[in-house]
Structures are given as structure tokens and as C-alpha cells.
């Protein structure tokens, strides 16, 4: 089957949703196969130790546009969507979440907005008023954290929930990373973007598989992945301690210059703090070393070209 005869394909990561696949399907055709959009559903089973793949497997044989992928072992969320990338054939290639947080019905919304011309919609969470403040919290000050400290402008409140055309799934997957943070990688890759706001739901049934741990996690791979900073942070932090401490010794210098007594635990103090500083820019120096290496081993392209002449 060529990639064309699909205009739109869904890659939905699944981990413990048994419950949920039933609905997740028949709402996919509801919103797409019986409005005449030619669509694919493909399930990435990410072995959540349940009789998920096993409904994906019946259902599949109700529907012929579901297709199911079982991974040998659990290698995660961003694992699994990439899996399906590679799976979908799709002119449009879309993501979302396979608890129906993320609602078919905004994707509809996604998708057709791609049609004015754009390469890719992300949507922009409005957060379920019944998510627990700190984790609400929490969220918005990673991402505007994670935004800072970026070399490049990620989207605020974007999440992996979007609607992509096939070259820019391709790009990505010329990425060559083996700890994808694709919403990142997603606007790195660069095209035409814009994100349309969309009201996240309560989770279908069952409890989300991320806990705060994982989630911290995830968070790290972010931070990591596309901000170099906390390196040249211990640099200037160094940088800072060692000039307010040469500042501090020089102050003391002519006060025992001048008969006033400095104990010598004050001494040894300033030379501790001192050899502190030199530690943490000798860190950052080695960290931009560390750096140049990470970038070269993530054999990411150098450029990505979108439009040439004939």
C-alpha cells in the first residue's frame, strides 16, 4: 500500500488501556473514517503487562484501518511514537495520547487547520480544571523554564498532541537520537508551526503509567537534550565566586596591612571558596568540551531543507 492512500494516519502510544481502546476506536471513526477521511490508527502496544494488544488484535480484525505494534519490552512513550512514525503511511501523520485526554474531536480541529497551509499544528493545553494545582504548577514552570534555557524557542503548554505533514515526519526521523524529546525535536526540525489552544479532558478510565518521578525524568531529557546552559552556568558561577572572593581577600589584605587581626579560620575559608570557584569553571570549560562531543554523537542533521527549485 503507498503512503498516499492514507490521508491521515494516528499514532497513538497505548500502555495499560484496555478499557479505553474500545472507545479510543470508535470515536476515531466517528470523527474521521465516517466523515470520509481516509485513516489509519496505529496503536504502539508499549507492554504495559495487561490485554491491551490482545483488544488491539480483535479490534483490528473489526476495522481494517487499525493496525497494532507490540513492542518486544517497555521502551516508553517517546520510543513507541517514534515506532509508529515509522509505521505510519499517511499524507498527515498525527499523535495523541491513548487515554482520550486528548479528544478526537481537537484533533479534527488540528488537522483542518493544517489545510490553510501549515506544516505542522501542535496543540496548546488548556490544563482539566480538575488536575491538581501543583501539577499545574509544575507544568507551566518547566515549560517556560525549559523555553529559557533552550537554544532554540520551544511552544509554551505544547505537548506532543499534533498533526504533522509526511516531510516533516521525515525530518524528524533523520534525527538520530535514542532518547527522543520530539515535541522538541518537533520544533527544531523547523516548517510552518502554529499551535491552536484545545481543552484537555479527564482520562477516559484507569490511572496514567507517569508518575512524579517519570515525569521528572522526562524533564531532564528535555532540559538536556536542547539546553547547554546549566553548563556554562557553573562557568559564570564559578567566574563570580572566584572574582568576589579575590575582592573579599584584597579587602583583608590591607586591614592586616593596617594592624587589624584576621583570623586565620577567615583565611582558610577564602581559599576553600576560591579553589570552589576555579573547580566549577574548570566543570564548565570541560562541559563545553562534553558539549561539541554530545552534538557530534547525536549525528543530528546540520540543516533541513523544506522548499527547492525545480
Keep these: 500500500m503507498s503512503q498516499s492512500e492514507y490521508q491521515l494516519s494516528i499514532v497513538v502510544p497505548v500502555y495499560r488501556s484496555e478499557k479505553i481502546i474500545p472507545q479510543l476506536i470508535g470515536r476515531v471513526d466517528k470523527v474521521f473514517v465516517q466523515e470520509g477521511i481516509r485513516t489509519e490508527l496505529v ?27 507490540k513492542l518486544s519490552r517497555n521502551f516508553g512513550q517517546q520510543a513507541a511514537t517514534w515506532t509508529g512514525f515509522t509505521k505510519a503511511r499517511g499524507e498527515v501523520i498525527a499523535v495523541m495520547d491513548d487515554d482520550l485526554q486528548d479528544p478526537p474531536e481537537s484533533l479534527r480541529d488540528l488537522y483542518y487547520k493544517l489545510q490553510e497551509g501549515y506544516d505542522v499544528v501542535y496543540g496548546i493545553r488548556k490544563r482539566y480544571r480538575k488536575d491538581p494545582p501543583i501539577r499545574r504548577l509544575c507544568y507551566w514552570i518547566f ?4 523555553n529559557t534555557l533552550s537554544s532554540i524557542e520551544l511552544p509554551l503548554d505544547a505537548g506532543d498532541f499534533c498533526c504533522m505533514r509526511r516531510k516533516v515526519v521525515d525530518a524528524i526521523l533523520a534525527v538520530e537520537d535514542v532518547n527522543p ?47 547547554y546552559s546549566p553548563l556554562r552556568i557553573l562557568a559564570v558561577l564559578g567566574l563570580i565566586i572566584s572574582g568576589l572572593d579575590l575582592v573579599v581577600m584584597g579587602i583583608l589584605a590591607a586591614l592586616a596591612m593596617n594592624n587589624v587581626n584576621v583570623p586565620m579560620e577567615v583565611w582558610l575559608m577564602l581559599v576553600i571558596l576560591m579553589t570552589a570557584g576555579w573547580q566549577f569553571m574548570a566543570i564548565g570549560v570541560l562541559g563545553e568540551y562534553l558539549n561539541k562531543t554530545y552534538h557530534q554523537t547525536k549525528a543530528w542533521p546540520v540543516a533541513i531543507v523544506d522548499v527547492e527549485t525545480n
Design 181 to 227: 524529546y520530539l515535541r522538541g525535536i518537533r520544533a527544531w526540525v523547523g516548517f510552518k508551526q502554529i499551535g491552536v489552544e484545545y481543552q484537555r479532558n479527564q482520562r477516559f478510565a484507569g490511572e496514567s503509567g507517569y508518575n512524579f518521578f517519570k515525569y521528572f525524568i522526562f524533564a531532564l531529557t528535555g532540559v538536556f537534550s536542547f539546553s
Design 143 to 146: 515549560y517556560r523554564v525549559l
Design 43 to 69: 496503536l504502539i502496544e508499549d507492554c504495559g503487562g495487561d490485554q491491551s494488544f490482545e483488544v488491539i488484535s480483535e479490534e483490528a480484525k473489526k476495522y481494517s484501518w487499525v493496525k497494532g505494534y
